[in-house]
């Protein structure tokens, strides 16, 4: 059975570009014979975990001895990851939601939390004032970037700000290094945002924040849902997380990746997450072939070098399936299409990582290539060919071979910064050649089986006479199914021209639709689209949800929006398996709410948790046990019997986040005030 793993305080702090650490993030997946003492021994500590995955840092010599412990099924570096309002509101019917419409009360987000993990947020924003403009809702942030520091408990990396007046000193994060900002500022207003006596209200806005702007990695991420969910506990309210952001080789893009295993365990644990499907639905991004012993071609489109001071060139990311081997080649041509070069033929039956180059006369084509002759989460062979080329009279060209079975070939364009995310065609320059297409362009964490994840159309408009416009699919949502052929996306909801908040501290100039004047300073808002901006609509949706009902599992959240998601002519009769382009229809706030207040929580018996939670005297549980408890150091720090009518007692304890073993087997959660 299941050693629990706990959250411990040491961690070294991490490199990013942002200062050279003693590690690089990882993430382990164990199993019951690892011992956290282990890694103590070889010099470092868990950062964050959940079941059985664990965020650490490690140097090389490190990972090659945990490669070999027989305790450790899986060692993964973390990979990057990246990233009218007014007419929002009346599309999703909320503002029926507003005034109560066949409901016992309005709902306005009030005693949830939603958090934003993003990048580029302004905490001194009105948005994010109560709906007074006295106080603001941010309950916290956590910086990953800034190193002053103090960091959250239980990490070692970061600044965290806990109080009204530590946020406001603050001002903003740290983020405008990656492009990004105003992103978080944005979404978190469409998702929540008060309006600031504008018409430009986000959709809960009542709520309370928890802001993390976090390194561009996977460990870093599940350190902030880490970080959110303690917070959440602690003030004992639900909590849903929005995720705009995402990439095409963070992880396996069929739900096995450990970053959507470990986002499939908190949601088990009562969180509820909701993510962008991506913005790459207009671009044939993606090829699917089933080989029969021959061989593809097709040209590499390149996103114009020149246009991105982070740009770097493309990655070609490449799946087959398990026991299928393949091969691939990066091919070089001239402007009249003729090979002029060409890399070695790479094959999936070997673990291969490398850089590499080609020359051509006096110019110089880069290569770095990844193959993996078995992913250890799908069993999948995988390959990742990342070209550069800065000549313009130079093409790319790929060439792949398999002998049977489905592979599936994603274009996308790769940064400096590693966060680059939109994709870039494959073209049939000559006959025979094969041309890319749309689907399966979904990313992760949108491929997550538990997400809610969230395609985009834009918003209805009721003219004077009565006729509505609008409605319609944005060509950039993009299209499921899933790597495994799982359907997503799950529901639409508005992301073309959607006007929220923007970053006062922001470096890039926005076309401003408003402005208000609050303590002396002009804050702005503006119109941006993707389905950045159709998550967090949801989100906000979502509050509603567990204000109706604030003991919903994030799995009848997900099962209450399917249900009551709408059809009209846009989207047509969509089917009983739901749709690629817009999963089982658009969001319908008012009815998603009402169900909700309709549904009725079971009561039980068996229940593996302790109550009450939180705690303050002592604790009881539904079945008799023997318990240890935990502080986040990994301290014993009380034990004893605990049943139904045997209290254990927990007066003694001071307030915080604590750990609970129950006979070895059953690791809950305990917040003690």
């Known amino acids: 059975m299941m050693r629990v793993l706990l959250f411990v305080a040491t961690l070294l702090f991490f490199s990013n570009g942002f200062g050279q650490g003693t590690g690089t993030s990882y993430l382990i997946e164990v199993d019951s014979s690892f011992c956290k003492n282990d890694l103590r021994l070889m010099g470092t500590n868990i950062r964050s975990s959940v079941g059985n995955i664990v965020t650490v840092n490690l140097t090389s010599n490190q990972v090659k001895e945990l490669t070999l412990h027989p305790g450790v099924l899986n060692v993964q570096r ?192 009562g969180v509820v997450f909701v993510t962008s499907a991506g913005n790459n639905g207009d671009e044939n991004m993606h090829i699917r072939h089933n080989f029969n012993q021959d061989t593809i071609h097709s040209g590499i489109g390149f996103f114009p070098f020149g246009a991105h001071k982070h740009m770097w060139g493309q990655s070609i990311s490449i799946w087959g399936e398990p026991n299928n081997a393949f091969m691939a080649q990066i091919q070089v041509l001239n402007d009249l299409n003729q090979r002029v070069s060409q890399s070695p033929l790479y094959a999936t039956n070997l673990d291969i990582e490398k850089d590499s180059f080609l020359l051509i006369g006096n110019d110089t084509v880069f290569l770095r290539i990844q193959v993996e002759k078995a992913n250890p989460n799908n069993n999948r062979p995988h390959m990742r060919l990342r070209v550069k080329n800065t000549h313009s009279t130079l093409k790319i060209a790929l060439k792949a071979f398999a002998e049977d079975g489905t592979v599936h070939f994603w274009n996308v364009t790769e940064l400096t910064t590693d966060v680059g995310n939109w994709g870039m065609p494959f073209e049939d320059w000559l006959p025979g050649w094969l041309e890319g297409n749309a689907n399966y362009t979904l990313g992760e964490p949108s491929s997550t089986r538990s997400v809610i994840t969230v395609a985009a159309h834009s918003s209805e408009v009721r003219l004077q006479n009565g006729n509505v416009v609008g409605g319609f699919r944005a060509g950039f949502s993009s299209i499921g199914p899933t790597l495994d052929g799982r359907l997503k996306p799950d529901v639409s909801a508005p992301g073309r021209n959607v006007a929220s908040s923007v970053s006062s501290f922001a470096s890039e100039a926005v076309s401003a639709v408003a402005n208000v004047e609050f303590k002396g300073k002009t804050y702005e808002y503006a119109r941006f689209s993707g389905t950045s901006m159709s998550s967090p609509a949801v989100a906000g949706v979502v509050a509603l949800m567990l204000q109706a009902q604030p003991k919903l599992t994030a799995k009848q959240v997900k099962n209450l929006l399917i249900k009551s998601a709408r059809q009209d002519e846009n989207t047509g009769e969509i089917p009983n398996e739901g749709s690629t382009l817009w999963g089982w229809g658009k969001v319908n706030a008012i009815e998603a709410v009402r169900l909700a207040e309709a549904f009725e929580i079971p009561v039980d018996t068996t229940s593996d948790l302790v109550f009450p939670n939180p705690a303050t005297n002592s604790i009881y549980h539904a079945q008799t046990n023997e318990a240890m408890v935990y502080n986040t150091l990994g301290k014993l720090v009380a034990k004893g019997p605990i049943g139904r009518n045997e209290a254990l007692s927990v007066a003694h304890l001071e307030p915080g986040m604590y750990f609970i073993d129950l006979s070895g087997s059953i690791q809950v959660f305990l917040v003690v005030r």
Request: net charge negative; no cysteine.
């Open 78 to 269: 973390a990979r990057s990851v990246q990233p009218a309002l007014d007419r929002v509101v009346t599309d999703m019917r909320v503002d029926s939601v507003y005034s109560a419409t066949n409901l016992q009360q309005a709902y306005t987000g009030k005693d949830v939390i939603i958090g934003v993990t993003d990048w580029g947020f302004d905490y001194t924003h009105p948005m994010f004032y109560d709906t007074a403009l006295q106080h603001t809702r941010i309950l916290a942030a956590w910086d990953q970037y800034k190193r002053s520091g103090p960091a959250p408990n239980g990490f070692t990396y970061g600044t965290e700000y806990k109080s009204e007046t530590e946020l406001l000193n603050a001002g903003s994060d740290t983020a405008n290094v990656y492009d990004y900002g105003t992103h978080g500022t944005h979404v978190a207003g469409i998702a929540g945002g008060s309006g600031a006596g504008t018409a430009f209200k986000g959709v809960a806005y009542e709520a309370n924040f928890l802001f993390v702007t976090f390194l561009i990695d996977e460990a870093a991420v599940l350190d902030a849902f880490a970080w959110m969910k303690q917070k959440a506990e602690a003030a004992g309210k639900p909590l849903v997380i929005n995720m705009s952001w995402g990439l095409y080789h963070m992880g396996t893009l069929d739900g096995s990746s450990l970053l959507s295993k470990a986002i499939d365990l908190y949601s088990e644990q």
